[in-house]
């Protein structure tokens, strides 16, 4: 069964960092390209990063680019999203999600993946 699970949510404050991981079952990441994905209350889901296979180049929104850093650990099958210098306006909901795709797409998109995680809570405090 195919399988992506989020962890490393949580409260932190202004200026704080978290890191997110994204697990996988039933696929083998570094075959992926891997985005993690956020959506705050009342707004569309926008991407934050990806990596894509093999090459595990990186693409970042300009909104994260210099704070987050995603990474794969292809021993654990699983890719990270390093958080530093988190504002209040990355509170949302962060998903991982993966394609069957050598590379990933600097503008990220929903519709370009097809493999989704059930999603973590990131909540920054002001």
């Known amino acids: 069964q195919l399988q992506l699970v989020e962890s490393g949510g949580g409260l932190v404050q202004h200026g704080g960092s978290l890191r997110l991981s994204c697990a996988a079952s039933?696929?083998?990441?570094?075959?992926?390209?891997v985005a993690w994905f956020r959506q705050a209350p009342g707004k569309e889901r926008e991407g934050a990063s990806c990596?894509?296979?093999?090459?595990?180049?990186?693409n970042y929104a300009g909104s994260v680019k210099g704070r987050f850093t995603i990474s794969r650990d292809n021993a654990k099958n699983t890719v990270y999203l390093q958080m530093n210098s988190l504002k209040p306006e990355d509170t949302a909901i962060y998903y991982c999600a993966a394609v069957a795709a050598a590379g990933c797409i600097a503008t990220m998109t929903p519709d370009q993946y097809n493999y989704w995680g059930q999603g973590t809570q990131v909540t920054v405090s002001s």
């Open positions: 039933g696929l083998t990441l570094r075959y992926y390209a």
């Open positions: 990596i894509s296979g093999i090459s595990g180049t990186t």
